[in-house]
Structure formats: structure tokens, C-alpha cells
């Protein structure tokens, strides 16, 4: 796949796929290219936010014990 296809993606695409990684991975997407570091500070309270752990949620609900 060509990188600069990438590059180009539409800024609302690239904020919808950051904001599905956790904190961490979309912080290291930032040193991709300038247009990923652009989506992700103009976003930064979306895309870097911490995502719950599935496994707190189970303990939550008594589902591992």
C-alpha cells in the first residue's frame, strides 16, 4: 500500500481510527508523518484518552473470579 495514500487520508477518517487505539499507540502514530501528528494534537482529548481494560469490566461484573 503506497504510505502517501495514507498521508492523505481525510483528517475525520484518521481522528475516527485514533480515537479506537489506546493512548499509548495513538502517541507513537505522531512520529508517522505530520498529517497523523496534526489529527492527533488538534484531537488530543479523544485520541489520547485511557480506554478501560475488558478485563476490569468482567471483574467488575463477577465474570472472572
Do not use: Y
Amino acid at each position: 500500500m503506497d504510505v502517501d495514500m495514507w498521508a492523505s487520508l481525510p483528517p475525520e477518517l484518521l481522528v475516527d481510527i485514533f480515537r479506537r487505539l489506546e493512548a499509548a499507540a495513538a502517541l507513537r502514530c505522531t512520529g508517522v508523518c505530520k498529517p497523523w501528528r496534526r489529527a492527533i494534537a488538534g484531537n488530543a482529548a479523544s485520541c489520547l484518552r485511557p480506554r478501560p481494560d475488558c478485563r476490569d469490566r468482567r471483574r467488575q461484573h463477577g465474570a472472572l473470579r
